[in-house]
């Protein structure tokens, strides 16, 4: 009968056939309920006697299936042949209704619980139901307090097994989940998941009241309490509260100056880990983060984000006393300080006062004379990263903003946004003294020096002094001998050498 196929032995109940009346018999016995088998040790019956002896190994201890890829030992050969899916991948049971593929009937049978919303098991306590016993037992702990799983480096206690082994990753430095995109490695498999969607673009949490997206269900909560302006968290020392725990304690860092971060390349502190992290990414010179649009690659999913609005012209915060508009809240809170008046940071060497204190410390490497950042091309050094950046286009020669008027192409986004005003007409900078207009800032600043009379560029040979640094440099020709020359691109003074 094997070799035909045949089964002449039917069930009356179900209509279910078989090779062997033996084989009949056995499985009559799941209609009667029979259990004719009886565990000698704790009275637990069977239907059938290969799960009484497989049952008895509990008792016995014996495991003699053992798996060839790891060694571990099981009491029967299913348990064996589940565990080897993990070495082989296969994930035989699939999901009708998604697809999505499992190694164990099981887990098929407990994930199709979130299609049909079955959820068999409640709790006696407050009702709340789960679709599997196992997140019923772990739930009850909450009621009981009970936290079986202590951590034997520090002494903590945890109510789920799975917390335990993550925490345990803190003292191990243990990172064994990777980003197949970037390398990028985690402690926990729910911080890959999340960092994965800064390469997907995914955001699947989306707030109601106004229609904001984000990638995780927390942020979403934190976020509704911009609407409900809930703020349950005040400091101690100033009364400011916040609607976060975390905003809370960072703030009071403020309070105690407590920096915990430290940089293991150059020792600088910072108050927070996301700073630390950024800066990190000087030494390390990773840029994650890619434009779509023009392939330039950033370190921080903020500084793309702001880069993106170039091309996007995008500019959401507008100064309410002028009108201007700007691509960044922090460059509209930098420009309503033009307002204001208020500069509240002073150089102590020689007392100048600055609206910004990141100004402040650009100004102070005047006195210092330090220039850290240095070109790998031709040596010159610069004050400020974002000097280097711009002075080394030249050497590449690209330039990246172009004017949508006229096609042509500049260096720098200031250049660019100078040369618009060709176009435009625009003269944003008006002489208080006289009403005059200029495009420019720095030509407003040249122009007024006709009112004040000041003359602050002077010749280090005859003490004669001028408005303009291009005049002195032509005036300084006389005593050098040099024949000048001027730039009609750049407007420029240069030279053609000696007489």
């Known amino acids: 009968m094997i070799h035909t196929g045949e089964k002449p032995f039917e069930c009356l109940d179900c209509g279910k056939s078989f090779r062997q009346i033996v084989s009949l018999k056995r499985h009559q016995r799941i209609h009667t309920g029979e259990k004719p088998f009886e565990c000698s040790q704790c009275g637990n019956s069977f239907s059938e006697m290969g799960s009484l002896k497989t049952h008895q190994r509990i008792h016995t201890g014996e495991k003699p299936f053992e798996c060839s890829q790891c060694g571990k030992r099981f009491s029967c050969v299913g348990s064996l042949k589940t565990h080897q899916r993990i070495h082989t991948g296969e994930k035989p049971f699939e999901c009708s209704e998604c ?112 229609g904001n997206s984000f990638s995780q269900k927390a942020k979403l909560k934190k976020h509704q309490r911009i609407h409900t302006g809930e703020k349950s968290f005040e400091c101690s020392d100033c009364k400011k509260t916040f609607s976060q725990m975390g905003n809370l304690k960072t703030h009071q860092r403020v309070h105690t100056g407590e920096k915990p971060f430290e940089c ?152 660019l946004k100078k040369h618009q005003m060709i176009h435009t007409g625009e003269k944003p900078f008006k002489c208080s003294q006289c009403g005059k207009a200029f495009r420019q800032m720095g030509a407003l600043k040249t122009h007024q020096m006709i009112h004040t009379g000041e003359k602050p560029f002077k010749c280090s040979h005859c003490g004669k002094s001028f408005r303009h640094t291009n005049h002195l440099k032509k005036h300084q020709m006389i005593h050098t001998g040099e024949k000048p020359f001027t730039n009609p691109n750049s407007g420029e003074v240069g030279t053609f050498g000696k007489l």
């Open 99 to 210: 697809g999505k593929n499992f190694s164990q009937k099981t887990h098929l049978q407990r994930h199709q619980r979130i299609h049909t919303g079955e959820k068999p098991f409640e709790c006696s306590e407050c009702g709340k139901s789960f679709s599997c016993i196992g997140s019923l037992k772990t739930h009850q702990r909450i009621h009981t307090g009970e936290k079986p799983f202590e951590c034997s480096e520090c002494g903590k206690n945890y109510s789920h097994m799975c917390t335990l082994r993550q925490h345990q990753r803190v003292h191990t430095g243990e990172k064994p989940f990777e980003c197949p995109e970037c390398g990028q490695r985690f402690s926990h498999m729910g911080h890959l998941r999340q960092h994965q969607m800064i390469h997907t673009g995914g955001k699947p949490f989306t707030c109601t009241q106004c």
């Open 264 to 415: 293991s390349e150059c020792r600088k502190r910072f108050s927070h880990m996301s700073r630390l992290k950024k800066h990190q990414m000087i030494h390390t010179g990773e840029k994650p983060f890619e434009c779509s649009e023009c392939r330039k690659r950033f370190s921080h999913v903020g500084t793309l984000k702001l880069h993106q609005m170039i091309h996007s012209g995008e500019n959401p915060f507008q100064c309410s006393e002028c009108g201007k508009s700007y691509s960044n809240k922090g460059h509209l809170k930098q420009h309503q300080l033009i307002h204001t008046e208020v500069k509240p940071f002073m150089c102590s060497e020689c007392g100048k006062s600055f609206r910004l204190k990141m100004k402040l410390k650009r100004h102070q490497m005047i006195h210092t004379g330090e220039k850290p950042f240095e070109c790998s091309q031709c040596g010159k050094a610069f004050r400020q990263m974002g000097t280097l950046k711009k002075h080394q286009r030249i050497h590449t020669g690209e330039k990246p903003f172009e004017c949508s008027q006229c096609g042509k192409a500049f260096r720098q986004m200031g250049t």
